[in-house]
């Protein structure tokens, strides 16, 4: 009788489980995004280098940011993941405005680098201006913190920086 009662209760938590409410629920496939912000993955601009501020003096110069001169062409390419990428940056895709589009690579430790841009469009989606800061807050005695900025223009492509 017991296993007879067992076995009746086995066989109804099986049919309860195999109920379709029961069953996993089907995962609609996540198509990524066409573009971030305008730009498709794989989309490559080159800009100059305009201004340059924050650079150290009587200090060594941070590890981890790029060191660009004014007049240096630089190229960027928008990643897989609608991240900007050049010479020693990646910075995930934030959000955007019809005129531009953030960046913003915030931290991952205390006293980290964090790198901000604001990718600027032209009328009809070309990127054609780029503010780009990396800083660190300083902690300790030391306040070995620091912020770089740079502004980069679009100009016609010579040779590029960073290669």
């Not at 409410?21 to 730009?39: L, R």
């Not at 910075?91 to 913003?104: G, L, Q």
Request: positive net charge; charged residues 20%.
């Amino acid at each position: 009788m017991k296993t007879l009662i067992l076995s009746c209760f086995a066989v109804c938590g099986v049919l309860i489980l195999s109920h379709p409410t029961h069953a996993a629920p089907e995962v609609a496939s996540v198509d990524k995004p066409k573009s971030y912000g305008g730009f498709p993955p794989g989309t490559e601009f080159v800009l100059e280098v305009s201004q340059v501020s924050g650079i150290p003096k009587n200090k060594p110069f941070p590890s981890g940011v790029p060191r660009f001169r004014r007049g240096d062409r630089v190229k960027f390419i928008i990643g897989d993941l609608g991240q900007l990428t050049g010479p020693k940056i990646s910075a995930p895709f934030h959000k955007a405005s019809p005129r531009s589009n953030e960046y913003v690579m915030e931290p991952r430790l205390l006293g980290g680098k964090e790198v901000n841009a604001s990718l600027a469009k032209s009328e009809n989606g070309k990127a054609v201006g780029l503010a780009l800061t990396f800083s660190k807050t300083g902690s300790g005695p030391a306040l070995s913190g620091y912020i770089i900025s740079y502004e980069l223009v679009r100009k016609p492509a010579t040779a590029i920086a960073g290669r």
